[in-house]
T-cell receptor, first 110, second 115 residues
């Protein structure tokens, strides 16, 4: 079974400070990991995925298979980063359906 | 591109009635769509995978006779909540997948309130 854990329900940081959202997963095979973001009153949208290995809106995430983690990081948080962030996992063996973590709410204070 | 719409955006109904929610991929075709349920301040829980031209695959614990899914075309999937009860009140979200990229695009959600 696949499982995604986001230990922090809320992260509050000041503008310009670094922010790191933790994500740990459990899956015996080779998963694909994603970060989705949901801004206030907007739909869920893809932020980044591990296979693309790119930085989106200043965010990066590295898949660490040894620690089964996919933490999301940004060195300098901005107020517009305030949103709900979900880590998700999919696997070919499971029909590529997404399993979401519980979500982390990020609040960036001015 | 890759826009998914849902209709209605919100609905209020009486207990015992049935409610149909539509999910459309507006500018692409999707052989696979997904239906999720989201309770307040909680994450998305997958209810079922909707496959065009075949029966939906339901997650464990989801009543298939309660939540009827029809994926009649490559751009439309519908979720019908039959004999709705107050405990069915929730936010229902669909997504449509572009298989080539294994990427899901999400609809804006439908808020169902059963009185």
């Amino acid at each position: 079974a696949q499982r995604v854990t986001q230990p922090e329900k809320l992260l509050s940081v000041f503008k310009g400070a670094p922010v790191e959202l933790k994500c740990n997963y459990s899956y015996s095979g080779s998963p694909e990991l994603f970060w989705y973001v949901q801004y206030s009153r907007q739909r869920l949208q893809l932020l980044l995925r591990h296979i693309s290995r790119e930085s989106i809106k200043g965010f990066t995430a590295d898949l660490n298979k040894g620690e089964t983690s996919f933490h999301l990081k940004k060195p300098f948080a901005q107020e517009e980063d305030s949103a709900m962030y979900y880590c998700a996992l999919s696997a070919i063996a499971a029909g590529n359906k997404l399993t979401f973590g519980g979500g982390t709410r990020v609040l960036v204070k001015p | 591109g890759a826009v998914v719409s849902q209709h209605p955006s919100w609905v209020i109904c009486k207990s015992g009635t049935s409610v149909k929610i539509e999910c459309r991929s507006l500018d692409f075709q999707a052989t696979t769509m997904f239906w999720y349920r989201q309770f307040p301040k909680q994450s998305l829980m997958l209810m079922a995978t909707s496959n065009e031209g075949s029966k939906a695959t339901y997650e464990q614990g989801v009543e298939k006779d309660k939540f009827l899914i029809n994926h009649a075309s490559l751009t439309l999937s519908t979720l019908t909540v039959t004999s709705a009860h107050p405990e069915d009140s929730s936010f229902y979200i669909c997504s449509a997948r572009i298989d080539t990229y294994n990427e899901q695009f999400f609809g804006p959600g439908t808020r169902l309130t059963v009185l």
